[in-house]
């Protein structure tokens, strides 16, 4: 359970040069585990796995996966080394049938593998192979989540990265998706996961990071997390005056 | 009422279409409009019209096939002048387009491509001089096929290839894993990436596909009418027309505007009069931007 997978080392981060968003975080992903990085709005969570995905230029630092260096690496190229990551929003190609959105992401597998590939997928989502002729951007919230992790998932990967896979989700789907990602992680995936609803993600999350102003300010174990004082603290200290749609902490539920 | 202003319009209309599938391509894909592209039209034009001029220099007089007006030089010249209009637009892409989509602004680029337009026509009237040229001077009889509609053999040929080339890239686009790869980037370029399609390469195969359409397109035109380095600026805008009728990013789109647009300016030329013509792919534009801005085929931008 200890050997890391994935390692985020002092990583500076920004869409603009000189503006960084993510500011020297550092996180440790382990074979097997899911780990959960909590923080406020605007802490630089999404910028985050994004810019290990090679979506945000990085400026410093480095992320090193299966003991490489893949920092600034093509973004096209992380799903070959076995990194699959999953947008918050716009994550299928709405006009796209379901099949095909499966399809499109099965390039880099040997063309005979494909659709047996595909056939696995629908068994493990028998939803998607229900709707394999709508187009995408006709499903439900909850069935687009789902096909967007489908896809991540048929070319193997080592790590699954998402971002903020609940978001916009009623609870019914909320609870499904984290059911999935358990699931997913029983068959030998591991996780790195952002989120908002903190309850849902540390209740199947291994450890977690609290992200403040792009930094990681707080580590532990998932299950202790939800009540400690600190994150509460982290939380609803950080938390910008203006921004009144800021989560806190637990919904005053805990802590 | 005579009819043959629909056969015209077919005609007109799918020289338009295949023009207008390159434009929505690297619309869709590239995220701008490309006013060079009907100089690749003309540029194929001249290479392919080079080549026969090799290959008679090479075997001599070839006979037609059957009663067209050309032989296997020109469908040979046809095939060498796509790939080279193809590699042209790679070449264009990689020494210019490339190097300003980089810095990020679209307007750049598109003025870039209005730059590269005129070079390239000036390029052509110095090397080939802008006086009218033909692929055969023959005089091909036309076949009366009732209600006073007349074909001819050349017309028939074309409008076939036409059609078997529009058929190719539909099933391209949606049954091969590059067109897929096409279509998941112009849906969105970020998610594409994040599936691990290579942007470069689709990018090289879109230049590619519109080159060799933009070569067939004018070679079409060369046949039917003439060669002249204006010939495919002046197809600018009922291409430009077609493929925003169609909806950007619909090759079934691009084809179906480009065939309305045929029609409509076949019909003005025989119910208003032929100085309507450039007027109609312009008033139709208007209508749809005002009408319906996606088009016929397209979708609303996220």
Same mark, same amino acid.
């Given at each position: 359970m200890s050997e890391p997978v994935l390692a985020v080392r002092d990583l500076e981060a920004g869409y603009?040069?000189?503006?960084?968003?993510?500011?020297?975080a550092s996180i440790t992903v382990n074979k097997g585990e899911i780990v959960v990085v909590l923080g406020p709005n605007g802490a630089g969570k999404s910028s985050l796995i994004k810019a290990v995905a090679g979506l945000v230029p990085i400026s410093r630092g480095a992320v090193l996966f299966d003991g490489k260096d893949i920092t600034a690496?093509?973004?096209?190229?992380m799903v070959h080394r076995g990194l699959a990551f999953v947008p918050q929003?716009?994550?299928?190609?709405?006009?796209?049938s379901v099949e095909d959105n499966l399809k499109v992401a099965?390039?880099?597998?040997k063309s005979r593998e494909s659709p047996a590939r595909i056939a696995e997928i629908y068994a493990t989502f028998p939803d998607l192979e229900r709707q394999r002729?709508?187009?995408?951007?006709?499903?439900?919230g909850g069935q687009r989540q789902m096909l967007a992790v489908a896809r991540a998932l048929i070319v193997h990967p080592k790590v699954l990265v998402l971002d903020?896979?609940?978001?916009?989700?009623?609870p019914k789907f909320v609870a499904m998706v984290f059911e999935m990602l358990s699931a997913i992680r029983k068959s030998g995936v591991t996780i790195l996961l952002v989120e908002q609803n903190a309850k849902a993600a540390l209740a199947i999350g291994d450890r977690a990071y609290v992200l403040v102003e792009g930094k990681e300010r707080h580590e532990g174990v998932a299950a202790e997390l939800w009540n400690d004082p600190v994150v509460a603290e982290l939380y609803l200290g950080q938390?910008?005056?203006?921004?009144?749609?800021a989560v806190p902490f637990g919904k005053g539920s805990a802590a | 009422m005579n009819l043959q202003f629909v056969v015209d319009g077919l005609l007109t209309g799918s020289m338009i279409g295949l023009g207008a599938i390159g434009v929505t391509l690297t619309y869709s894909?590239?995220?701008?409009?490309?006013?060079?592209h009907g100089d690749f039209m003309a540029w194929g034009t001249y290479a392919t019209l080079a080549v026969v001029g090799a290959i008679s220099a090479m075997f001599g007089k070839v006979s037609p096939i059957g009663?067209?007006?050309?032989?296997?030089p020109l469908i040979v010249a046809l095939v060498v002048g796509m790939a080279f209009t193809g590699l042209l637009a790679l070449l264009l892409d990689m020494v210019l387009f490339a190097r300003l989509r980089r810095q990020g602004q679209a307007i750049i680029v598109v003025m870039a491509s209005f730059g590269a337009s005129m070079a390239l026509r000036s390029l052509l009237e110095f090397i080939f001089t802008s006086r009218p040229t033909y692929f055969s001077r023959a005089i091909q009889i036309a076949m009366p096929l009732g209600f006073g509609v007349r074909i001819t053999p050349d017309q028939i040929a074309l409008l076939l290839l036409a059609a078997v080339l529009v058929v190719s890239v539909h099933l391209i686009m949606t049954r091969t894993q590059t067109g897929r790869a096409m279509q998941a980037l112009s849906q969105n370029a970020a998610l594409a990436r994040v599936i691990g399609i290579d942007v470069a390469k689709v990018v090289r195969v879109t230049w590619i596909i519109g080159g060799a359409l933009a070569c067939v397109a004018g070679v079409m035109i060369g046949i039917l009418i003439q060669i002249r380095p204006f010939m495919g600026f002046d197809m600018l805008l009922p291409m430009f027309a077609a493929a925003i009728l169609g909806g950007i990013g619909s090759v079934p789109g691009a084809v179906l505007g480009g065939l309305i647009i045929g029609l409509a300016e076949a019909s003005a030329v025989q119910? %208003? @009069?032929?100085?309507w013509r450039a007027a109609v792919s312009f008033i139709i534009l208007m209508v749809v931007l005002f009408v319906?801005? %996606? @088009?016929?085929?397209g979708f609303r931008e996220r």
């Amino acid at each position: 359970m200890s050997e890391p997978v994935l390692a985020v080392r002092d990583l500076e981060a920004g869409y603009e040069p000189g503006v960084p968003i993510v500011r020297g975080a550092s996180i440790t992903v382990n074979k097997g585990e899911i780990v959960v990085v909590l923080g406020p709005n605007g802490a630089g969570k999404s910028s985050l796995i994004k810019a290990v995905a090679g979506l945000v230029p990085i400026s410093r630092g480095a992320v090193l996966f299966d003991g490489k260096d893949i920092t600034a690496a093509p973004a096209h190229t992380m799903v070959h080394r076995g990194l699959a990551f999953v947008p918050q929003t716009e994550n299928v190609f709405p006009l796209m049938s379901v099949e095909d959105n499966l399809k499109v992401a099965c390039g880099i597998l040997k063309s005979r593998e494909s659709p047996a590939r595909i056939a696995e997928i629908y068994a493990t989502f028998p939803d998607l192979e229900r709707q394999r002729k709508t187009a995408a951007g006709n499903l439900s919230g909850g069935q687009r989540q789902m096909l967007a992790v489908a896809r991540a998932l048929i070319v193997h990967p080592k790590v699954l990265v998402l971002d903020e896979p609940s978001a916009g989700l009623s609870p019914k789907f909320v609870a499904m998706v984290f059911e999935m990602l358990s699931a997913i992680r029983k068959s030998g995936v591991t996780i790195l996961l952002v989120e908002q609803n903190a309850k849902a993600a540390l209740a199947i999350g291994d450890r977690a990071y609290v992200l403040v102003e792009g930094k990681e300010r707080h580590e532990g174990v998932a299950a202790e997390l939800w009540n400690d004082p600190v994150v509460a603290e982290l939380y609803l200290g950080q938390r910008p005056k203006s921004a009144g749609k800021a989560v806190p902490f637990g919904k005053g539920s805990a802590a | 009422m005579n009819l043959q202003f629909v056969v015209d319009g077919l005609l007109t209309g799918s020289m338009i279409g295949l023009g207008a599938i390159g434009v929505t391509l690297t619309y869709s894909i590239l995220r701008f409009s490309n006013f060079a592209h009907g100089d690749f039209m003309a540029w194929g034009t001249y290479a392919t019209l080079a080549v026969v001029g090799a290959i008679s220099a090479m075997f001599g007089k070839v006979s037609p096939i059957g009663s067209l007006s050309f032989g296997w030089p020109l469908i040979v010249a046809l095939v060498v002048g796509m790939a080279f209009t193809g590699l042209l637009a790679l070449l264009l892409d990689m020494v210019l387009f490339a190097r300003l989509r980089r810095q990020g602004q679209a307007i750049i680029v598109v003025m870039a491509s209005f730059g590269a337009s005129m070079a390239l026509r000036s390029l052509l009237e110095f090397i080939f001089t802008s006086r009218p040229t033909y692929f055969s001077r023959a005089i091909q009889i036309a076949m009366p096929l009732g209600f006073g509609v007349r074909i001819t053999p050349d017309q028939i040929a074309l409008l076939l290839l036409a059609a078997v080339l529009v058929v190719s890239v539909h099933l391209i686009m949606t049954r091969t894993q590059t067109g897929r790869a096409m279509q998941a980037l112009s849906q969105n370029a970020a998610l594409a990436r994040v599936i691990g399609i290579d942007v470069a390469k689709v990018v090289r195969v879109t230049w590619i596909i519109g080159g060799a359409l933009a070569c067939v397109a004018g070679v079409m035109i060369g046949i039917l009418i003439q060669i002249r380095p204006f010939m495919g600026f002046d197809m600018l805008l009922p291409m430009f027309a077609a493929a925003i009728l169609g909806g950007i990013g619909s090759v079934p789109g691009a084809v179906l505007g480009g065939l309305i647009i045929g029609l409509a300016e076949a019909s003005a030329v025989q119910l %208003i @009069g032929a100085e309507w013509r450039a007027a109609v792919s312009f008033i139709i534009l208007m209508v749809v931007l005002f009408v319906r801005p %996606i @088009g016929l085929f397209g979708f609303r931008e996220r």
